[in-house]
């Protein structure tokens, strides 16, 4: 719900069979020491909970760490379990592409030849292609399809079900939309043509491979604890909110197995994917920035991959620099309005740059005490609106009823915005789908103020009208 992805940057120098060039030269490796001394300053300055980090250099891991403390306070430690949201995607798209590298599964043919159950109201649906579902240009869309009957399903057998009577957003291929269903079904279709389910086929496929023990899809082998969301600033621990987790955000990790599949990513180490098909991986199509399971962005004048993701009590963002051959991956117990992960980044690319990384933080607490100020505001002018409420009403006995209401919109405004609040974020959103369980978890002290701004005008009016009311009715 926050930005639910940040697609970024790759310098991409690939031709077809032919893996990327990943430079080593012309950065700093920093120390483990001075790793840890800008992340220790990075978790005082944005007082995250508990956060995890990994550095990786061509084929070795420069630095895996935890600092911090989770639910049960308990140090957050490089071993610590860590829900990576979206970042899921990475890996999905890599157990496809090991499907493809079999001869088992072709990028260009439509879904529907690998899993005839995928069928929608739509009959454009049968043209998407395994392609477009990891580039996300399928045309599937939060804004056509039931997002609530997807999140209710217990399996992605289940979930595919669930897009029976959805529509597409528009003809494959011809635009670029974010939305979770294209790797959901990609995760589906892994099931189907591996002939396991998807966390046995990942646990196979992808960690047990690259030696990511502790790595699953999924809570059956690994549970994480609980995180944290950010209410006015205090952290607040809370279940992650329920809901269908597959492909496209069901991964749990630590930064050590992270190391792993970064190193593998920039062709290092043991390989699960053949050099042409990590190429794929990181190249997008013309006329967008994600590939598949990456993005592409230009930070300091160079391109890197990277991926974000967010759940409602994780949050997480890993990258590639391609002209160095460094991985970065944070991960912290927590979410809130503002995301700290992707600034913590930059500081570690700052590092290998051989630059002084500028200090994370501030945003959170100060976007916190703006709406911690607000909500009091709120209240305070609510109390006053219910005090004078007698003398407004004596000034409009006499007016007419049309011109009294109009004198009573201005207060019902954020009851308006209130009542409304899902359908606008959805709309701020570019469609994404938004229920009111969702708007209290990272959002929860905006929703918090909203609900006293919109108490506040309706004890107003109601205050009002009552005078009104009885000021009319006195001889």
Not at 108 to 129: C, H, K, N
Not at 190 to 217: H, K, Y
Not at 309 to 318: D, E, H, K, P, S
């Amino acid at each position: 719900m926050r930005n639910f992805f940040l697609a970024t940057l790759a310098l991409l120098l690939a031709v077809a069979g032919a893996g990327p060039a990943w430079g080593e030269g012309q950065a700093t490796v920093p120390t483990p020491a001075a790793i840890d001394g800008y992340l220790r300053e990075a978790l005082d300055s944005t007082g995250l909970p508990g956060m995890s980090a990994v550095v990786t250099h061509g084929d070795r891991i420069v630095h895996a760490v935890g600092l911090g403390r989770d639910s049960s306070d308990r140090a957050v430690t490089a071993d610590t379990p860590m829900r990576v949201a979206s970042v899921s995607k990475s890996f999905t798209a890599a157990a496809v592409m090991s499907l493809v590298d079999e001869g088992r599964v072709a990028l260009d043919q439509p879904v529907v030849t690998y899993l005839p159950e995928f069928r929608m109201a739509d009959p454009r649906a049968s043209l998407i292609t395994v392609r477009q579902l990891l580039n996300q240009t399928s045309g599937l869309s939060d804004r056509t399809v039931d997002i609530g009957a997807t999140q209710r399903a217990t399996s992605l057998a289940g979930y595919l079900a669930a897009l029976r009577h959805g529509t597409l957003a528009g003809e494959p291929g011809s635009h670029w939309e974010y939305c979770n269903v294209n790797y959901d079904v990609a995760a589906r279709l892994v099931e189907v043509v591996d002939g396991r389910d998807f966390t046995g086929a990942m646990r196979d496929r992808i960690f047990g491979r690259l030696g990511m023990g502790t790595s699953t899809v999924g809570n059956r082998a690994v549970r994480p604890s609980d995180g944290f969301i950010s209410v006015y600033g205090a952290w607040v621990p809370r279940k992650e909110l329920p809901g269908f987790r597959g492909g496209a955000g069901g991964v749990i990790t630590t930064a050590s197995d992270m190391g792993r599949w970064l190193i593998s990513q920039t062709g290092h180490g043991p390989q699960v994917l053949t050099p042409g098909s990590v190429a794929v991986l990181h190249e997008p199509p013309p006329g967008t920035d994600y590939a598949m399971g990456w993005g592409v962005e230009v930070v300091e004048a160079r391109k890197l991959l990277v991926h974000s993701g967010n759940l409602f009590t994780y949050t997480a963002v890993q990258a590639l620099d391609p002209a160095t051959g460094f991985g970065f991956a944070v991960m912290t117990n927590s979410a809130s309005l503002h995301d700290d992960t992707y600034d913590i980044l930059l500081g570690l690319v700052a590092l290998t740059d051989g630059r002084q990384p500028a200090t994370p933080g501030g945003g959170r607490q100060m976007t916190e005490l703006v709406l911690a100020v607000t909500a009091l505001v709120a209240f305070g002018l609510g109390i006053l609106g219910v005090r004078r409420s007698g003398r407004w009403a004596r000034r409009r006995a006499g007016r007419a009823w049309w011109w009294t209401a109009l004198r009573l919109v201005g207060v019902l405004v954020p009851a308006a915005m209130f009542a409304t609040y899902p359908q606008w974020v959805s709309v701020l959103m570019n469609g994404r789908a938004v229920t009111w369980a969702q708007m209290t978890y990272f959002p929860a002290s905006l929703t918090i103020t909203l609900a006293v701004a919109a108490a506040a005008g309706l004890t107003t009016a109601t205050a009002r009208l009552a005078r009104l009311r009885s000021v009319r009715s006195t001889p």
